[in-house]
DNA sequence: AACTCGGGGCA
DNA sequence: TGCCCAGAGTT
């Protein structure tokens, strides 16, 4: 695909797609981070649905260091992995205290050496909480680049490497939010909405046509 | 690169 | 029921 070709995909996702923004609910980098945390592997309404109730009685690292494990799990029980989850923003938590003087790092050497933090929610914490240029391959970004053929290579990290290579800095923030919500609400996994699709014409998914009838 | 983990939600 | 969800960690 030519960089004329993916720049109109851009332009048109863009307009399609005013004012994007994360749909986690979040105020601070710690909360973000525990949201993104949470989010693996679980839709962002049953996490938006804990963490509101969660975020009321501990926000910062000491207070949910203090909340513990076993009362931690009632809030989130109803996020997917929770247990795993649960173990691993307490063990954050401590980290966060005894290294980071209870902040969170604004680089991605030490979020990754938080457990349960990937490439990914790292990426979406140095975008979102630092404004920093990176790109969260999710599987949204994922299914979206290949299937389109924006960026086909079957991994996350290839498809990363490519669309932060092309995609101009100052919008690297926003297209990755332009891409998430067409992802989750028209090129979707199961059943794409392809006859609602804005970049149609532009797209490369083989089966499109298909799905265009439905 | 492939596999495992391990629950909720929805068609 | 089967498949997917704003993945991470291990082999």
Redesign the pocket.
């Known amino acids: 695909m030519n960089r004329q070709k993916r720049t109109a995909i851009f332009h048109r996702l863009k307009t399609a797609n005013p004012a994007p ?4 609910c979040f105020r601070t980098p710690f909360e973000l981070l525990i949201a ?1 945390i949470l ?8 996490v938006n649905k804990a963490t509101e109730r969660l975020f009321a009685v501990a926000d910062t690292p000491g207070a949910m260091w203090a909340l513990g494990e076993p009362r931690l799990k009632e809030y989130i ?8 989850k649960a173990r ?1 923003i307490i063990e954050c938590c401590r980290i966060l205290l005894e290294r980071h003087q209870g902040l969170v790092p604004n680089n991605r050497h030490d979020l ?1 050496a ?9 990426n ?1 914490v140095l975008n979102t909480a630092f404004g920093q240029p990176t790109l ?1 391959v ?3 970004i994922l ?1 979206v680049a290949n299937r389109t053929g924006l960026a086909r290579g079957h ?1 996350p990290r290839q498809v990363e490497d490519k669309l932060t290579r092309w995609i101009p800095k100052e919008y690297l923030q926003d297209a ?2 332009w891409l ?1 919500l067409h ?2 609400y028209v090129c ?3 059943k794409p909405r392809c006859a609602a699709c804005v970049i149609y014409d532009l797209c490369e998914f083989e089966d499109k046509a298909a799905y265009a009838r439905n």
Not at 39 to 46: G, I
Not at 114 to 122: I, M, Y
């Open positions: 923004r994360t749909e986690l993104v989010s693996a592997q679980a839709t962002d309404r049953s029980q109803t996020i997917g992995l929770f247990n795993t691993n990754e938080l457990p349960g933090v990937g490439r990914k929610t790292a979406v969260a999710d599987t949204h299914r991994t990755h939010h998430i992802g989750r979707t996994a199961r």
